[in-house]
């Protein structure tokens, strides 16, 4: 257990603790005049007895036996605040006993053998838990309704114990009910004094047990059925009582307390005493190796803590402040005193608060006052109409036993002098020490000066001699106006003014016991009672009943846009109207309006939704609704129509972005199944949005657009420029490209479909589309190119074509190695670029892919012999090659007798023709290649004329022409260098 050390608290609250209300039990009478200090008060008064040690209670004991009975019963107690007494189980010591809450203390000696009989007068099993006693298996099936179950077991340890119902199916509830108690096992005296746990530390003069629990009178009402989960105790008792109710604990000043702590209820109670210290001499029957000081003890539920506390010295007649600092010290928030001068009643003390009181024990004499019992005010509730008398029970019987004189009653607040409240009048006073039924009338002037609720009433009594006795009280419920009239709600509410508006109320005369007989309202101001518009009552000549009736909607057209006040109330069968129950009325005329809206995607296919909702488009919109009159209306509701509009409410529906739709300002979205696209044209189409606020109003259609794009864009106005070519370089592609969305790109072809994606780019500006197509590559003749373009979306559109009569330009190809060989089209084997000029000392080659099916060609090149020594091979330095890569015509070189030598190769359908070898030492090597019939072919190389092949040569045409190092027949050494190859198609280059 952890113990707290809270610092003393400041003065004006420790103050407050102390004086506030009538001092508890016997020491109110004994300190009439008490004054407060920071942590305890010099109280002057007559002396009373200290509190003793505990008699031998609840068991009868026998030769180291003892035998307890304890019968469960249902039962209720009274509690300040609480409309009617508030219903529990609780134990009694006897058959007859009533019910009380806690049970009896019982008290048995160390070593004795218990027996601990329980007899179920409940309607649901019952079994006993001593949760600190060891060797008592926990009992799950108890005794049964009507019937009786007893446990046994030796108080071996002393210390004090919590006894409660076990563990049945209701067990816990019957605890939280107030089925439980104390059991106190005593130890051995030690020196002559008695001892908590028979040792010196746990001495003490006297003794008091300290049972907590509380009450939440919701539970106790359907203890079975309700949710513990709601469970909120609004009292916190000390055996039973709450303050003022509590009984302080007697002592003297050097006189040593042992406080008996079980903390029997649910929740935690710190317990702290002002100006003292406890010292924990033990919990749960275990005592402490050593005493632990501290001003605060923090029980838990289940736990029962020993603690001595030490009073010192000095001036008597002081009390202390004992109370749970972590808890509410006051009654179900009841409250003190009326309403003076605008300043409101105070709240006030109670809950789990007593005193420790000091003073000399005198010899002799009845220091006690007597206690009230069944204290209860009819007719509750009541009006001022109403003779309300005050009955209760009196008896000093368990004090002093001396004769109740007198008694009387007070309202609300306590602070008033004892002896002036209203005098209870019976034929017991002066007679004995039991005075039962007696009554007080509050009278006229008094509940003149109360307010519409509820109040307490507290009692209190007086003996011979001269002891004021502990309080009780009750509440009553008081009402000083006609029927009230409540739950006043409008339909609909804001409106904007265009129908009828419902309106219901409820009256209620419970307060001063008459019946409902009448109703009306007023707009905005009120009139005369009774000259207001008539509601229709539910039930008439009840004392509550449901009302209503509606304002015409002529008269809510004529409302100004702004807030009205529709006022209700109720008169009863008194004649009395009472007081006005109100609510708001807006008037709301002003349409929502469209701050912003989207479509996502913007543009689809029909197949391709939103990125959070694939299947659907997502319409994006806020609406806000404007102030108008003062007041505005919250976003109710938002709906669209795809392209055309509907009747208000029957479009699609949008949510809240937020979840619900609660404020001014609304940012919404609505999904548009692509479904929904089925049937519907490519092209630019509307959702239309509007709103409607709280009060009705719909606001006007606004349009967000989105493109419905399926198919690619179309090609028209294809055009080639020039057509024929006329032996231009170069030809100029145009088109128009139309799509309902964007063009994003555009490709060309020439022949076989290279497959979407895979033609010539083009340049997109727009919808129109262009390219400049060079024409070296195709052959003359007549040749289709195709367009085609894609969209946004990705969509290719079908390809367009227009034919070209291409005549190709004379220039074919045309490179001087400036730039290495990135001209040409490929490179075969080793070659190198130097000075400008292609070398080549073994097999390797350049080739130009450009020509296209040429039927006349004209080719020249600088061929450089340099340090190149073909020693016994035939070199081939140019070729013309066809489609497949198969030369055609070549030029091959030798070094013949020491001399070089060039000659020409023809390919004619009967096989290869040569000329003879000529004498060249290189140069400029020009040859020109014919296609026909009698086809021909003519090599020069510098001034020297190779010589002219003759032969059909229809069935060719030159595809590509290779340079360099083409072909070896046998070893060569050193290099060849080329420079300046050109070809063409009509004259020579």
Same mark, same amino acid.
């Given at each position: 257990?952890?113990?707290?050390?809270?610092?003393?608290?400041?003065?004006?609250?420790?103050?407050?603790?102390?004086?506030?209300?009538?001092?508890?039990?016997?020491?109110?009478?004994?300190?009439?005049?008490?004054?407060?200090?920071?942590?305890?008060?010099?109280?002057?008064?007559?002396?009373?007895?200290?509190?003793?040690?505990?008699?031998?209670?609840?068991?009868?004991?026998?030769?180291?036996?003892?035998?307890?009975?304890? /019968?469960?019963?249902?039962?209720?107690?009274?509690?300040?605040?609480?409309?009617?007494?508030?219903?529990?189980?609780?134990?009694?010591?006897?058959?007859?006993?009533?019910?009380?809450?806690?049970?009896?203390?019982?008290?048995?000696?160390?070593?004795?053998?218990?027996?601990?009989?329980?007899?179920?007068?409940?309607?649901?099993?019952?079994?006993?838990?001593?949760?600190?006693?060891?060797?008592?298996?926990?009992?799950?099936?108890?005794?049964?309704?009507?019937?009786?179950?007893?446990?046994?077991?030796?108080?071996?340890?002393?210390?004090?114990?919590?006894?409660?119902?076990?563990?049945?199916?209701?067990?816990?509830?019957?605890?939280?009910?107030?089925?439980?108690?104390?059991? #106190?096992?005593?130890?051995?005296?030690?020196?002559?004094?008695?001892?908590?746990?028979?040792?010196?530390?746990? =001495?003490?003069?006297?003794?008091?047990?300290?049972?907590?629990?509380?009450?939440?009178?919701?539970?106790?009402?359907?203890?079975?059925?309700?949710?513990?989960?709601?469970?909120?105790?609004?009292?916190?008792?000390?055996?039973?009582?709450?303050?003022?109710?509590?009984?302080?604990?007697?002592?003297?000043?050097?006189?040593?307390?042992?406080?008996?702590?079980?903390?029997?209820?649910?929740?935690?109670?710190?317990?702290?005493?002002?100006?003292?210290?406890?010292?924990?001499?033990?919990?749960?029957?275990?005592?402490?190796?050593?005493?632990?000081?501290?001003? =605060?003890?923090?029980?838990?539920?289940?736990?029962?803590?020993?603690?001595?506390?030490?009073?010192?010295?000095?001036?008597?007649?002081?009390?202390?402040?004992?109370?749970?600092?972590?808890?509410?010290?006051?009654?179900?928030?009841?409250?003190?005193?009326?309403?003076?001068?605008?300043?409101?009643?105070?709240?006030?003390?109670?809950?789990?608060?007593?005193?420790?009181?000091?003073?000399?024990?005198?010899?002799?004499?009845?220091?006690?006052?007597?206690?009230?019992?069944?204290?209860?005010?009819?007719?509750?509730?009541?009006?001022?109409?109403?003779?309300?008398? #005050?009955?209760?029970?009196?008896?000093?019987?368990?004090?002093?036993?001396?004769?109740?004189?007198?008694?009387?009653?007070?309202?609300?607040?306590?602070?008033?002098?004892?002896?002036?409240?209203?005098?209870?009048?019976?034929?017991?006073?002066?007679?004995?020490?039991?005075?039962?039924?007696?009554?007080?009338?509050?009278?006229?002037?008094?509940?003149?000066?109360?307010?519409?609720?509820?109040?307490?009433?507290?009692?209190?009594?007086?003996?011979?001699?001269?002891?004021?006795?502990?309080?009780?009280?009750?509440?009553?419920?008081?009402?000083?106006?006609?029927?009230?009239?409540?739950?006043?709600?409008?339909?609909?509410?804001?409106?904007?003014?265009?129908?009828?508006?419902?309106?219901?109320?409820?009256?209620?005369?419970?307060?001063?016991?008459?019946?409902?007989?009448?109703?009306?309202?007023?707009?905005?101001?009120?009139?005369?009672?009774?000259?207001?518009?008539?509601?229709?009552?539910?039930?008439?000549?009840?004392?509550?009943?449901?009302?209503?009736?509606?304002?015409?909607?002529?008269?809510?057209?004529?409302?100004?846009?702004?807030?009205?006040?529709?006022?209700?109330?109720?008169?009863?069968?008194?004649?009395?109207?009472?007081?006005?129950?109100?609510?708001?009325?807006?008037?709301?005329?002003?349409?929502?309006?469209?701050?912003?809206?989207?479509?996502?995607?913007?543009?689809?296919?029909?197949?391709?939704?939103?990125?959070?909702?694939?299947?659907?488009?997502?319409?994006?919109?806020?609406?806000?609704?404007?102030?108008?009159?003062?007041?505005?209306? =919250?976003?109710?509701?938002?709906?669209?129509?795809?392209?055309?509009?509907?009747?208000?409410?029957?479009?699609?529906?949008?949510?809240?972005?937020?979840?619900?739709?609660?404020?001014?300002?609304?940012?919404?979205?609505?999904?548009?199944?692509?479904?929904?696209?089925?049937?519907?044209?490519?092209?630019?189409?509307?959702?239309?949005?509007?709103?409607?606020?709280?009060?009705?109003?719909?606001?006007?259609?606004?349009?967000?657009?989105?493109?419905?794009?399926?198919?690619?864009?179309?090609?028209?106005?294809?055009?080639?420029?020039?057509?024929?070519?006329?032996?231009?370089?170069?030809?100029?592609?145009?088109?128009?490209?139309?799509?309902?969305?964007?063009?994003?790109?555009?490709?060309?072809?020439?022949?076989?479909?290279?497959?979407?994606?895979?033609?010539?780019?083009?340049?997109?500006?727009?919808?129109?589309?262009?390219?400049?197509?060079?024409?070296?590559?195709?052959?003359?003749?007549?040749?289709?190119?195709?367009?085609?373009?894609?969209?946004?979306?990705?969509? /290719?559109?079908?390809?367009?074509?227009?034919?070209?009569?291409?005549?190709?330009?004379?220039?074919?190809?045309?490179?001087?190695?400036?730039?290495?060989?990135?001209?040409?089209?490929?490179?075969?084997?080793?070659?190198?670029?130097?000075?400008?000029?292609?070398?080549?000392?073994?097999?390797?080659?350049?080739?130009?892919?450009?020509?296209?099916?040429?039927?006349?060609?004209?080719?020249?090149?600088?061929?450089?012999?340099?340090?190149?020594?073909?020693?016994?091979?035939?070199?081939?330095?140019?070729?013309?090659?066809?489609?497949?890569?198969?030369?055609?015509?070549?030029?091959?070189?030798?070094?013949?007798?020491?001399?070089?030598?060039?000659?020409?190769?023809?390919?004619?359908?009967?096989?290869?023709?040569?000329?003879?070898?000529?004498?060249?030492?290189?140069?400029?090597?020009?040859?020109? /290649?014919?296609?026909?019939?009698?086809?021909?072919?003519?090599?020069? #190389?510098?001034?020297?004329?190779?010589?002219?092949?003759?032969?059909?040569?229809?069935?060719?045409?030159?595809?590509?022409?290779?340079?360099?190092?083409?072909?070896?027949?046998?070893?060569?050494?050193?290099?060849?260098?080329?420079?300046?190859?050109?070809?063409?198609?009509?004259?020579?280059?």
């Amino acid at each position: 257990m952890t113990l707290t050390r809270t610092p003393r608290l400041v003065a004006g609250v420790a103050a407050a603790l102390l004086v506030l209300g009538p001092a508890p039990a016997h020491a109110a009478a004994r300190h009439p005049a008490a004054s407060a200090g920071p942590a305890s008060a010099t109280l002057a008064g007559p002396p009373g007895p200290p509190q003793g040690t505990l008699p031998q209670t609840g068991c009868q004991r026998a030769a180291g036996t003892a035998t307890c009975d304890l /019968w469960a019963k249902p039962g209720s107690v009274v509690l300040p605040g609480a409309a009617t007494p508030v219903p529990i189980w609780g134990f009694a010591s006897t058959d007859a006993a009533a019910a009380t809450l806690p049970g009896p203390v019982l008290v048995v000696d160390q070593g004795d053998q218990v027996t601990i009989t329980v007899h179920n007068g409940l309607t649901d099993n019952l079994s006993l838990a001593f949760p600190a006693v060891t060797g008592l298996a926990p009992d799950r099936t108890g005794a049964a309704p009507g019937a009786a179950r007893s446990y046994t077991f030796t108080a071996a340890r002393p210390g004090t114990y919590l006894y409660q119902a076990g563990h049945t199916e209701y067990g816990a509830r019957q605890v939280a009910m107030g089925l439980v108690g104390a059991l #106190v096992v005593r130890a051995p005296a030690v020196g002559g004094r008695p001892s908590a746990y028979g040792d010196t530390a746990s =001495t003490y003069d006297d003794e008091a047990v300290l049972v907590l629990t509380e009450v939440d009178p919701a539970f106790n009402a359907a203890p079975r059925t309700y949710d513990m989960r709601a469970y909120a105790p609004k009292y916190r008792l000390i055996n039973g009582k709450p303050f003022p109710e509590t009984d302080v604990v007697a002592t003297d000043v050097g006189r040593r307390v042992l406080l008996r702590y079980v903390a029997a209820g649910l929740q935690p109670h710190p317990m702290t005493l002002l100006g003292l210290d406890q010292a924990v001499v033990g919990q749960d029957a275990r005592p402490a190796a050593y005493p632990e000081a501290a001003v =605060t003890l923090p029980l838990q539920p289940g736990q029962a803590v020993d603690a001595v506390v030490d009073v010192p010295t000095g001036p008597d007649g002081r009390r202390f402040a004992l109370y749970e600092s972590g808890g509410q010290l006051n009654n179900a928030g009841q409250r003190y005193g009326s309403t003076v001068n605008g300043v409101s009643p105070q709240q006030a003390f109670g809950g789990m608060l007593t005193f420790l009181d000091t003073n000399p024990p005198p010899i002799s004499g009845d220091h006690t006052g007597p206690t009230s019992a069944n204290v209860r005010v009819t007719p509750n509730p009541a009006s001022v109409l109403n003779t309300i008398t #005050v009955t209760a029970d009196f008896t000093d019987a368990r004090n002093g036993n001396s004769v109740v004189d007198r008694a009387e009653a007070v309202v609300d607040d306590l602070r008033i002098a004892e002896g002036t409240g209203v005098p209870f009048t019976a034929a017991g006073f002066g007679v004995g020490p039991t005075v039962v039924g007696a009554t007080a009338v509050l009278p006229g002037d008094l509940l003149g000066t109360l307010t519409q609720g509820r109040h307490t009433v507290w009692v209190r009594g007086h003996d011979v001699a001269g002891n004021w006795g502990v309080v009780g009280s009750t509440t009553l419920n008081l009402a000083v106006t006609g029927a009230v009239t409540t739950a006043v709600s409008l339909s609909p509410n804001p409106t904007n003014g265009t129908g009828d508006i419902a309106i219901s109320a409820t009256g209620d005369d419970r307060g001063l016991g008459g019946t409902v007989t009448d109703a009306e309202y007023f707009v905005d101001a009120t009139g005369p009672s009774g000259s207001g518009r008539p509601l229709t009552l539910a039930n008439p000549g009840a004392a509550v009943s449901a009302e209503s009736g509606g304002i015409p909607a002529v008269v809510a057209a004529a409302l100004a846009e702004g807030r009205h006040s529709v006022q209700v109330h109720t008169r009863d069968s008194f004649n009395f109207w009472g007081p006005y129950g109100s609510v708001d009325l807006v008037v709301d005329r002003t349409v929502p309006t469209l701050l912003s809206a989207a479509v996502d995607p913007a543009v689809t296919d029909g197949r391709t939704g939103s990125a959070s909702d694939p299947a659907h488009l997502r319409i994006n919109a806020a609406f806000t609704d404007p102030v108008g009159g003062g007041v505005h209306s =919250t976003i109710a509701g938002v709906e669209g129509f795809l392209d055309v509009g509907g009747a208000d409410g029957t479009g699609f529906t949008f949510l809240a972005l937020d979840g619900s739709f609660n404020s001014a300002t609304e940012n919404t979205y609505g999904l548009l199944p692509l479904s929904e696209l089925t049937g519907v044209a490519d092209g630019t189409h509307r959702v239309l949005v509007h709103a409607r606020d709280s009060a009705g109003n719909w606001g006007p259609l606004a349009a967000v657009t989105f493109v419905l794009d399926r198919t690619g864009p179309v090609i028209t106005a294809l055009t080639a420029t020039p057509n024929p070519t006329a032996r231009a370089a170069t030809l100029s592609l145009a088109a128009t490209a139309t799509d309902v969305s964007a063009v994003t790109a555009a490709e060309w072809y020439e022949g076989t479909d290279p497959g979407v994606g895979h033609g010539h780019p083009m340049t997109v500006s727009g919808s129109a589309v262009s390219a400049t197509v060079a024409l070296n590559g195709f052959s003359k003749g007549n040749h289709t190119l195709w367009v085609r373009a894609r969209d946004a979306l990705g969509h /290719w559109g079908t390809a367009a074509s227009v034919t070209v009569n291409v005549d190709p330009p004379d220039a074919i190809f045309s490179d001087g190695f400036s730039s290495g060989t990135s001209a040409w089209s490929q490179v075969s084997g080793t070659v190198s670029v130097s000075a400008g000029q292609l070398v080549a000392g073994t097999v390797g080659y350049v080739v130009d892919d450009t020509p296209a099916a040429e039927r006349t060609i004209h080719t020249k090149a600088d061929v450089i012999l340099g340090t190149f020594n073909p020693q016994t091979a035939v070199v081939t330095v140019h070729q013309l090659r066809n489609a497949a890569g198969s030369p055609l015509a070549v030029v091959q070189y030798q070094r013949g007798n020491g001399v070089n030598q060039f000659r020409l190769g023809l390919l004619r359908p009967t096989g290869w023709a040569y000329t003879g070898w000529v004498n060249a030492s290189g140069g400029t090597v020009r040859l020109d /290649w014919t296609s026909a019939t009698t086809g021909s072919a003519t090599l020069r #190389v510098g001034t020297a004329t190779i010589g002219t092949l003759t032969g059909d040569t229809s069935g060719y045409t030159v595809e590509s022409a290779a340079l360099g190092l083409v072909a070896r027949t046998a070893t060569t050494t050193g290099s060849l260098s080329f420079d300046n190859y050109a070809s063409t198609r009509y004259t020579a280059p």
